[in-house]
């Protein structure tokens, strides 16, 4: 049975740093692309970043980019979510996904997701 779980998530003070990771069980991550979303409460999932198959594409949502990193390890079947700068508009649930429909930051297309971890950037 596939399952992803996420970890990593906290409270930090703005200008701060988490490390998220995601890691997969019941099957390989190696077909699968994968991406972080985020959900703020009373707005929308939005996709955040995204890599492809073998890590040679990504992707990132305007508001992260250059503050955030996305890497993964097909044979560890985990990938992360790198964090920097942050800022107080980032504070959300974040998740974790996959998808066999191509890439992007639509979660329309991502099918299989983790419960999600809680980020609270605050001073």
């Known amino acids: 049975q596939l399952r992803l779980v996420e970890s990593g998530g906290g409270l930090v003070q703005p200008g701060g740093s988490l490390r998220l990771s995601c890691a997969a069980s019941?099957?390989?991550?190696?077909?699968?692309?994968v991406g972080w979303f985020r959900q703020a409460p009373g707005k929308e999932r939005e996709g955040v970043a995204y890599?492809?198959?073998?890590?040679?594409?990504?992707m990132y949502a305007n508001s992260v980019k250059g503050r955030y990193t996305i890497w993964r390890d097909n044979a560890g079947n985990t990938f992360w979510l790198q964090m920097n700068n942050l800022k107080p508009e980032d504070t959300a649930d974040y998740y974790c996904a996959t998808s066999d429909r191509g890439g992007g930051l639509d979660p329309k297309i991502y099918d299989y997701w983790g419960q999600g971890t809680q980020v609270t950037v605050s001073s």
């Open positions: 019941g099957i390989s991550l190696s077909y699968y692309a």
């Open positions: 890599i492809s198959t073998r890590g040679e594409n990504t």
